[in-house]
């Protein structure tokens, strides 16, 4: 019903700069709260910066000042962009959303929360 797909995820050098898009796509009759997630082998999900739909953006300490959500509503799209990358910021980043879907036949709304598959950033040398 509704996908998000990531993109522009790679190897950097440490430093450097990348980013990470996701859009939705599907039935969707509003986008709700958009953010990014990081995980990396055994280690639990983190959260990395949200964008409300309305409201202020949040980060997660690691990656403030260094890193900028933002959302462009009309494409439905997310972005991270991540500066000054450093080793620690390899992992597998997880776009997320919470959506409001609408039955055409009901009119009933359902509130979904979805995944993207994850894109890989690598920062190394």
């Known amino acids: 019903q509704v996908q998000l797909v990531e993109s522009g995820g790679g190897l950097v050098q440490p430093g450097g700069s990348l980013r990470l898009s996701c859009a939705a796509s599907?039935?969707?009759?509003?986008?709700?709260?958009m953010g990014w997630y990081r995980q990396t082998p055994g280690k639990q999900r983190e959260l990395v910066a949200t964008?409300?739909?309305?409201?202020?953006?949040d980060y997660a300490d690691s990656v403030k000042g260094r890193f900028f959500i933002s959302r462009d509503n009309s494409k439905n799209t997310v972005y991270l962009q991540m500066y000054r990358l450093e080793p620690e910021d390899t992992a597998v980043y997880s776009c997320?959303?919470?959506?409001?879907?609408?039955?055409?036949?009901?009119?009933?709304?359902?509130?979904?929360?979805?995944w993207g598959q994850g894109t890989l950033v690598t920062v190394s040398s």
């Open positions: 997320n959303a919470d959506v409001t879907i609408m039955n055409v036949t009901t009119r009933a709304l359902r509130f979904l929360e979805v």
């Open positions: 964008a409300p739909s309305v409201g202020s953006t």
């Open positions: 599907g039935s969707i009759f509003s986008l709700n709260a």
